[in-house]
């Protein structure tokens, strides 16, 4: 199986990316990293890697994964500390990545990339039904919104039209690196 920071893979720099902006780091509160010992590892990986700045994203999902402002900002602090007492120079920065379905709730507080960006994502089997009166939803509360990972939506395999209308819609794209490096399978790689 293919390990994005496994030692023998060949990527070496790819700090022209500028900031990781969609990662699962923050310690124990998603399906990303389980402590922080681990988050740790994550951290010194994307530094080998070429990057010094990151915007942990981690998913919130009532049912599983039920983070707010403050679950996340305690995890972000808790992170940021101990990159700090091992002496890395690293910015942390946190957001989250909402699932849009029928708890999607922009009404409470917003865990939001830079005040600005809102990082959403859908299931990766169905898509969600109201989604592009969410995209709308998100926009009106003054918020640029983020589709993650759209290459790795089945539905949108054989539809790229509909990406393209969520572009014309003024949704940003989030592709993961993963895909296009052939992680996912064929199909992601090629959307």
Not at 51 to 56: D, G, Q, T
Not at 139 to 157: M, N, Q, S, V
């Amino acid at each position: 199986m293919f390990n994005f920071f496994s030692k023998r893979n060949k990527i070496t720099d790819i700090s022209w990316l500028g900031i990781d902006m969609h990662s699962h780091i923050l310690p124990g509160i998603d399906d990303g990293s389980p402590d922080v010992a681990a988050s740790l590892r994550f951290v010194k990986a994307l530094e080998s890697l070429g990057f010094n700045h990151s915007i942990a994203t981690p998913h919130i999902l009532k049912e599983l994964y039920p983070n707010n402002f403050e679950s996340i900002a305690a995890a972000r602090l808790a992170l940021q500390k101990a990159i700090t007492d091992v002496g890395i120079n690293f910015k942390l920065e946190a957001a989250a990545e909402y699932m849009v379905d029928q708890d999607f709730d922009l009404e409470t507080e917003i865990c939001s990339m830079q005040n600005k960006y809102l990082l959403i994502e859908m299931s990766y089997l169905n898509e969600s039904p109201n989604i592009i009166q969410q995209i709308f939803n998100v926009e009106i509360k003054g918020y640029k919104p983020i589709l993650a990972h759209p290459e790795r939506y089945i539905f949108y395999f054989k539809d790229h039209a509909k990406l393209k209308l969520f572009k014309e819609k003024g949704c940003l794209l989030q592709l993961n690196i993963l895909s296009v490096m052939g992680y996912y399978g064929k199909e992601v790689k090629h959307v």
